[in-house]
Nanobody
Framework: QVHLVESGGGLVQAGGSLRLSCAAS????????MGWYRQPPGKQRELVAR???????YYADSVKGRFTISRDNAKNTVYLQMNSLKPEDTAVYYC???????????????WGQGTQVTVSS
């Protein structure tokens, strides 16, 4: 079982910055991709950014140039640095991890509980 815990959310003014962290714990053999999703009020969850174990990244067009995803493989932790925040970035942010717990089972996707990010205008 892989447990993910996000932190770093909060209230910030437009133009400000926040850094989200997500730590994975449990009996982890290896983690492939880790990602950040968000769910704005009344909308569906959407992919924000994703990073593979080798470091390759993907960003949604809406956050390119403003957000940076990174990870510390030794700590099984993924980060999301969010700069130049806009009111439309307001959402609950969730992290996920595609992890394998042993050689007998395939990779499984786990989710964190979410952290609220609110950007005021």
């Amino acid at each position: 079982q892989v447990h993910l815990v996000e932190s770093g959310g909060g209230l910030v003014q437009a133009g400000g910055s926040l850094r989200l962290s997500c730590a994975a714990s449990g009996s982890i053999l290896t983690i492939n991709a880790m990602g950040w999703y968000r769910q704005p009020p009344g909308k569906q969850r959407e992919l924000v950014a994703r990073i593979r174990s080798g470091g390759s990244t993907y960003y949604a067009d809406s956050v390119k140039g403003r957000f940076t995803i990174s990870r510390d493989n030794a700590k099984n932790t993924v980060y999301l640095q969010m700069n130049s925040l806009k009111p439309e970035d307001t959402a609950v942010y969730y992290c996920n991890a595609d992890a394998r717990v042993d050689f007998y089972r395939d990779y499984e996707l786990s989710w964190g509980q979410g952290t609220q990010v609110t950007v005021s205008s």
